[in-house]
């Protein structure tokens, strides 16, 4: 119940194309849900986070998309671009708690030129 | 700027041979957390310290430790390194614990075991 459950595992996605990476999750006491880029040899960054009250979020060409009631959440990234090929996680965490996120298993997006 | 620093970024050791991986921080934050990370997969926390507050998680092996002498610093302990224990290893901080408040990763110690 404590998972947070990733896909795909891979994704191949041409410049200027759309990138979506899907996250699930069984608990619903979890109502943080961050996403964090990493490129290789680098720590995770803060991408982008949403809480379950609100049913999407924007920054800039990233988008997070939030279905309460499905248990899901996805990250779309508009007009990908090559800058962006990295390793993606989608993440999770309860108030109540520590703050430990439960991360997802991971997305690697390669953006073709 | 870096905000947290891992040193080293790489670390050899040998089986069985202890070793230290230090994390410093200039963002004051009260929270430091060390997760393992092994090659293609997901961050796994090991511990994290709230203040002073040691907290361990239930499934980290008793050969990791931790210290943090002040504020700014925290360190990870291999007591005897086995070659299971070859990955990348973070630290990151929060102000607070609790849910919504963002960790900021260091780049990491990649950690090889001979």
């Known amino acids: 119940q404590q998972q947070v459950k990733q896909s795909p595992q891979s994704l191949i996605v041409q410049k200027g194309g759309i990138s979506i990476i899907n996250c699930a999750y069984e608990n619903t006491a979890f109502d943080y849900f961050p996403w964090y880029q990493q490129f290789p040899g680098k720590g995770p960054a803060l991408l982008i986070a949403i809480r379950p009250d609100v049913s999407e979020k924007k920054e800039g060409r990233f988008t997070i998309s939030f279905n309460k009631s499905a248990k899901q959440f996805s990250l779309h990234i508009m007009d990908s671009q090559p800058g962006d090929s990295a390793t993606y996680f989608c993440a999770a965490s309860i108030s109540s708690n520590t703050g430990k996120l439960i991360f997802g298993q991971g997305t690697t997006l390669q953006v073709k030129p | 700027d870096a905000m947290v620093i891992q040193n080293p970024r790489y670390q050899v050791t040998q089986f069985g041979k202890p070793v230290t991986l230090s994390c410093s921080q200039t963002?004051?934050?009260?929270?430091m957390y060390w997760y393992q990370q092994k090659s293609s997969q997901a961050p796994k926390l090991l511990f994290h310290?709230?203040?002073?507050?040691?907290?361990n998680e239930a499934d980290t092996p008793d050969n990791f430790q931790s210290r943090r002498p002040n504020t700014s610093f925290c360190f990870l302990d291999i007591r005897s390194p086995g070659l299971g224990d070859a990955a990348m290893y973070l630290c990151a901080t929060s102000r607070q614990r609790g849910s919504g408040q963002p960790q900021h990763f260091g780049d990491g110690t990649r950690l090889s075991i001979l």
């Open positions: 310290y709230y203040d002073k507050d040691f907290n």
């Open positions: 963002l004051n934050h009260n929270v």
